[in-house]
Every structure is written in C-alpha cells, then in structure tokens.
C-alpha cells in the first residue's frame, strides 16, 4: 500500500510543488524570516544552461516554450514528450547516457520523437496561466501535424490530459506517468501540502516574488547540499561503483541539471494549486480550458498509465484513477507499475530499459488491441 509518510520529503525539490512544501504548516513560524530572504536576499551567478546527451535541434522557439526535435525518420508517426513545467528543466528527459528517456524510447523504435523544453518565465510572462501554456502546445501539435501520440510526464501528464480531452481528435494514443489527475484518490505528500495550507501562502509567495515563482531563490530551501551522493545514485539506479570517476561524472551531471532551475508565472502556479490541488477540477469535470468545460469521458483513444511504485510525489492512486474517468475501452487501456521512486521513473537506468521499452512497443502497435496485448495489460495491471 503506497504510504506516503513512509519517505522523506528533500527530493519534494525536483518538482515544482516543492514551493508549497516550502512553505508548510510546519514552517508558519518563520514564515517571515523565511520569506524576506527569498524576497531579498542574493541569488549568486546563475547556473548554467543544462545539456541535452541526444543531439537535437530547435524546429519551433514560442514565448513559453521551444520544440526540441529528435527525429531521426521523418516519415515515422510523431511523439511529443509533454514535459513538466517544473522547478527544474525538461532536460530531465534527457540526461545522461543510460539516463535518457529520449534514448531509450529511440532505441526501442519510435524514429519521430519531440519535447516540450519549457522556458523560464520573465517578469514579462508573469500573468501568463494554464490557458496560454495549453495554446501554445496547440501550436506545437499542429505544427508536428496531428494527430501525435502524447506522453505527459507528471506535472505535463495533467497538461497532456487536459489537451488531450479538449482536442480528442489531435491525439492517436496518450501515455501519462506519475501524473496527478483525482487528487482526492489517495493521499500525497504535495496534495496534503497544498490542501493543509492557506492560498494566502501561496499567494504571498508569488507577490514576494514579483509576480513570478522564482527556481532560484526557491531553491535555497532545498539546496543541493540535501542531496547525497547515496540518493542520486539509487535513483539514477546506476550499477557504478561508489567512488569511480563514471559515477562522479554522472552525478556532476546530475546536479548541474538540479543546480539549474526555472521562474513560473505567478498566475499559472495559483491556478495550479487552486484548480488541481485544492479543488481537484480534472476529475470532478469541472475544469475549464480554452473556454470549454473539459470532460474527459470525450477522450477515448488508447491510453497507458505508467506509475513508480515508491513514488514520494504522486501516489499511484491518483494516476490510476484516470481509466474511470476517461472515455477510453478497457480493451484500449494499459497500466503498469515500476518498481521505482518518482524521478526513477524518467531517469533511472533500468527503469528506462524494461517499463519505458514497453511503452515505446505498446506506441508502435495499431491503435487497436489483440488478444495477447489485453492479457500483458492484464497481467501489468494485477
């Protein structure tokens, strides 16, 4: 049974919830003292730009977002990776050798393969919110040439759901991993966070940060001194001995991922907590996107639901509860479950070469199941 209490929060630091755990119940009373240093106090040299391991180029450079392309068969059925718009950068997709996820769904033959990088918001961006972040996918889907399949990656799983339901007929089959959908399916350390918590907090943290959620000065709560070697190891699941020059290397790459970190607007972040966290709007059906009440029964495309096991941010629950809530056949339905902790789920070695490969092959099926395909899913599910 997934308990959440059952690991510590430091690692709440790769996504962006961790601002609320920032400012948690348990911290009310140096709310001030906390606060006046994020406003005020000195951000240092900024970290620099993290590196893509795949080579790649830019097709398409927006106001939120660039198109990173990957293709190497321009003739192939497209896949765009929806990252998280998070605290850090959606390099994460793609980190290392052995760590990319990138890789590891080229290697098992999808040829076309794209992803969202999410910029990092300027003082100009500031009032941007969910409605102009899902616009902007639309361009890039159109721009791909529709319909894609769509893989959203936890906080860009909901994103993708979202999207998905609101233009059914651009996505051919959608997977969604570690993504929270039904906040109120089971308990989370990031939705306990956000529900115990006043949006006045999230509120005054937006304002200190002149309208913006700022990564940097964000992650002083959380530095990367909080990470042990011990952890990044375990969950980049590296087979390298402790102490050799590979796993050196590696972890120096991993923390220069983490050192660099992206400011969110203030208004998307608000209206993230509110609508998803506090008042669970995607799976009540009461969202509202693009000026239309989302309702993701009017999804019905094959769907693949792919949870960590151990995961300390989203319970499995929460992403699970989704084949109740879309259209989708349970014939056209696949979950799976990876023995793994959250950020295992994108960047860890063996992770990326079983669960990944199985998506990647479930991808490059006909949209419809045989037989055989629904006993695997049955087997994954149980």
Same mark, same amino acid.
């Given at each position: 049974?997934?308990?959440?209490?059952?690991?510590?929060?430091?690692?709440?630091?790769?996504?962006?919830?961790?601002?609320?755990?920032?400012?948690?119940?348990?911290?009310?009373?140096?709310?001030?003292?906390?606060?006046?240093?994020?406003?005020?106090?000195?951000?240092?040299?900024?970290?620099?730009?993290?590196?893509?391991?795949?080579?790649?180029?830019?097709?398409?450079?927006?106001?939120?977002?660039?198109?990173?392309?990957?293709?190497?068969?321009?003739?192939?059925?497209?896949?765009?990776?929806?990252?998280?718009?998070?605290?850090?950068?959606?390099?994460?997709?793609?980190?290392?050798?052995?760590?990319?996820?990138?890789?590891?769904?080229?290697?098992?033959?999808?040829?076309?393969?794209?992803?969202?990088?999410?910029?990092?918001?300027?003082?100009?961006?500031?009032?941007?919110?969910?409605?102009?972040?899902?616009?902007?996918?639309?361009?890039?889907?159109?721009?791909?040439?529709?319909?894609?399949?769509?893989?959203?990656?936890?906080?860009?799983?909901?994103?993708?759901?979202?999207?998905?339901?609101?233009?059914?007929?651009?996505?051919?089959?959608?997977?969604?991993?570690?993504?929270?959908?039904?906040?109120?399916?089971?308990?989370?350390?990031?939705?306990?966070?956000?529900?115990?918590?006043?949006?006045?907090?999230?509120?005054?943290?937006?304002?200190?940060?002149?309208?913006?959620?700022?990564?940097?000065?964000?992650?002083?709560?959380?530095?990367?001194?909080?990470?042990?070697?011990?952890?990044?190891?375990?969950?980049?699941?590296?087979?390298?001995?402790?102490?050799?020059?590979?796993?050196?290397?590696?972890?120096?790459? $991993?923390?220069?991922?983490?050192?660099?970190?992206?400011?969110?607007?203030?208004?998307? $972040?608000?209206?993230?907590?509110?609508?998803?966290?506090?008042?669970?709007?995607?799976?009540?059906?009461?969202?509202?996107?693009?000026?239309?009440?989302?309702?993701?029964?009017?999804?019905?495309?094959?769907?693949?639901?792919?949870?960590?096991?151990?995961?300390?941010?989203?319970?499995?629950?929460?992403?699970?509860?989704?084949?109740?809530?879309?259209?989708?056949?349970?014939?056209?339905?696949?979950?799976?479950?990876?023995?793994?902790?959250?950020?295992?789920? $994108?960047?860890?070695?063996?992770?990326?070469?079983?669960?990944?490969?199985?998506?990647?092959?479930?991808?490059?099926?006909?949209?419809?199941?045989?037989?055989?395909?629904?006993?695997?899913?049955?087997?994954?599910?149980?």
């Amino acid at each position: 049974m997934y308990d959440p209490k059952r690991y510590p929060l430091p690692n709440l630091a790769f996504l962006w919830p961790a601002i609320a755990a920032a400012s948690a119940a348990d911290m009310a009373a140096a709310f001030a003292k906390h606060f006046t240093n994020l406003a005020l106090g000195d951000e240092g040299s900024p970290a620099p730009l993290p590196q893509w391991a795949t080579p790649n180029r830019v097709t398409l450079d927006l106001n939120t977002v660039r198109l990173r392309d990957f293709t190497t068969a321009a003739t192939a059925f497209p896949t765009l990776i929806c990252a998280p718009f998070a605290l850090h950068g959606a390099a994460m997709c793609d980190l290392a050798p052995g760590h990319s996820l990138v890789a590891a769904l080229r290697d098992t033959g999808l040829r076309r393969l794209l992803v969202t990088d999410w910029h990092s918001a300027t003082a100009e961006m500031r009032f941007l919110g969910i409605d102009d972040y899902l616009a902007d996918l639309n361009v890039l889907i159109d721009t791909i040439g529709p319909p894609v399949d769509l893989i959203g990656l936890c906080q860009g799983g909901w994103l993708a759901l979202i999207y998905a339901a609101r233009f059914p007929k651009k996505i051919r089959k959608a997977v969604l991993a570690a993504a929270p959908i039904d906040i109120a399916a089971a308990p989370s350390a990031i939705s306990a966070l956000a529900e115990s918590n006043p949006v006045a907090v999230f509120h005054e943290l937006v304002r200190l940060g002149d309208g913006l959620v700022p990564g940097q000065k964000v992650l002083k709560f959380w530095g990367p001194q909080s990470i042990e070697s011990e952890d990044v190891r375990q969950l980049l699941q590296s087979e390298e001995v402790a102490g050799c020059s590979a796993l050196t290397d590696l972890e120096a790459v $991993f923390r220069a991922w983490y050192a660099w970190t992206v400011d969110l607007p203030g208004i998307f $972040f608000i209206e993230t907590v509110e609508r998803l966290y506090r008042r669970n709007e995607i799976a009540s059906g009461d969202f509202v996107a693009l000026g239309q009440k989302v309702d993701l029964k009017t999804f019905t495309a094959p769907l693949f639901l792919l949870a960590a096991r151990d995961d300390e941010l989203v319970a499995p629950a929460q992403l699970f509860a989704t084949e109740n809530l879309v259209g989708t056949s349970p014939h056209d339905l696949r979950k799976a479950t990876a023995p793994c902790r959250h950020l295992g789920l $994108f960047m860890g070695k063996r992770i990326l070469l079983n669960a990944w490969s199985d998506v990647a092959r479930w991808l490059a099926e006909p949209p419809h199941f045989r037989r055989t395909d629904l006993d695997a899913t049955e087997g994954a599910s149980g």
